[in-house]
């Protein structure tokens, strides 16, 4: 039996998910959303048909926008879902076609917070919710940041967003505190932490 911890290769480079192709049965959309739809699929599983539904989800993009001084930018905004005001990064929907990440990001940036940044790297990229919905977010690392060119108008929950430059320390310690909750910040922002001390230790 192997060990609980063995990743498969010596260095842990084989640990990773799996993709597996299912047969398919019936797949409908029982929600046609503004924004994303709920998807009915009947799919066969060890022998077995087996019903889930799921949030089809166009894919998103985050950014982790970073300044010389190594503070990370929040915004802050209402989410009815969870009833609260909650910080997160800046983020965007994948929603026009043929757009890649990367430029997603770019436009999502300016539009939230009128910056623009001169050194994108991808950070990560995660599975939200994978038990109810199919969305990625793709998290890239922002740097060289400056004022975009024009400012953004906003409206809805936009309207009233609150920006903050937040040292990267504090934001690392107010997730592991429970303070910030946001999923999509809370990796972003310990990915930003691990990879800080990782560009450390290779340059001593």
Same mark, same amino acid.
């Given at each position: 039996?192997?060990d ?11 640990? $990773?998910?799996?993709?597996?192709d299912?047969?398919? !049965? ?13 998807r *009915? @699929? ?10 889930? @539904? ?16 190594? $503070?990370? #930018? ?20 994948l929603?026009?076609?043929?757009e ?6 770019? $436009? ?5 917070t009128?910056?623009?940044?001169r050194?994108?790297?991808? #950070? ?9 919905s @199919?969305?990625?977010? *793709?998290?890239?690392? =922002?740097?060289?940041? +400056? @004022?975009a060119?024009?400012?953004? +108008?906003r ?9 903050a ?9 107010? !997730? ?8 999509i ?8 932490? =691990?990879? #800080? ?5 290779a340059s001593?």
């Amino acid at each position: 039996m192997p060990d609980p911890g063995e990743t498969g290769g010596s260095d842990g480079s084989d640990l $990773r998910d799996e993709p597996l192709d299912v047969e398919i !049965v019936e797949s409908d959309v029982v929600f046609d959303g503004r924004v994303w739809d709920v998807r *009915h @699929d009947t799919f066969l599983y060890n022998g077995e048909r087996v019903s889930r @539904d799921y949030v089809d989800h166009t894919g998103a993009v985050a950014i982790v926008a970073l300044d010389d001084e190594d $503070r990370v #930018l929040l915004l802050q905004q209402y989410r009815h879902p969870i009833r609260s005001r909650d910080w997160e990064i800046p983020a965007g929907l994948l929603d026009i076609a043929g757009e890649e990440p990367r430029e997603t990001a770019r $436009r999502e940036l300016a539009e939230e917070t009128d910056l623009v940044a001169r050194d994108w790297s991808p #950070l990560l990229s995660i599975h939200t919710t994978p038990g109810g919905s @199919d969305e990625v977010v *793709h998290i890239f690392l =922002a740097r060289g940041l +400056a @004022d975009a060119p024009e400012v953004h +108008a906003r409206e809805e929950e936009e309207a009233d967003i609150r920006l903050a430059w937040v040292p990267l320390d504090d934001a690392v310690d107010a !997730v592991l505190a429970g303070r910030m909750r946001n999923g999509i910040l809370a990796s972003g922002v310990l990915a930003t932490a =691990a990879l #800080l001390r990782r560009d450390e230790r290779a340059s001593r």
